[in-house]
């Protein structure tokens, strides 16, 4: 059975980081388009990040630019997601999902294997 699983969502407080895994099992990721997308209560759900195994190419939404950094462990055959300078804004459950078409985009649309999301909250 193929899926993806999420973890590492956590409280945080403004401005701090966080690193969140998304570890593939039943197929490797070195054929796949890897994104991040979250969904805040009462919002549609965004793409935040992807990332290519087929050219290592990466795209991020201008919303976390700077703050976000997507990357993939092919030993381990996962992906994580570097988020630093935290902002409330973020707040949200982060999905993570793979696309066998293997060159990045951020059409949730098009991606074939979800995780159950990694919640990330806000501690004021």
């Known amino acids: 059975q193929l899926h993806v699983v999420e973890s590492g969502g956590d409280l945080v407080q403004p401005g701090g980081s966080l690193r969140l895994s998304c570890a593939a099992s039943g197929f490797t990721l070195d054929y796949y388009a890897i994104g991040w997308f979250r969904q805040a209560p009462g919002k549609e759900r965004e793409g935040v990040a992807c990332?290519?195994?087929?050219?290592?190419?990466?795209v991020y939404a201008d919303s976390v630019k700077g703050r976000f950094t997507i990357s993939k462990d092919n030993a381990k055959n996962t992906v994580y997601l570097q988020m630093n300078s935290l902002l409330p804004a973020d707040t949200a459950v982060y999905y993570c999902a793979a696309d066998n078409w293997p060159f990045c985009h951020l059409d949730s649309n098009e991606y074939d294997y979800w995780g159950q999301g990694t919640q990330v909250t806000f501690s004021s």
């Open positions: 990332f290519s195994s087929s050219d290592g190419d990466t």
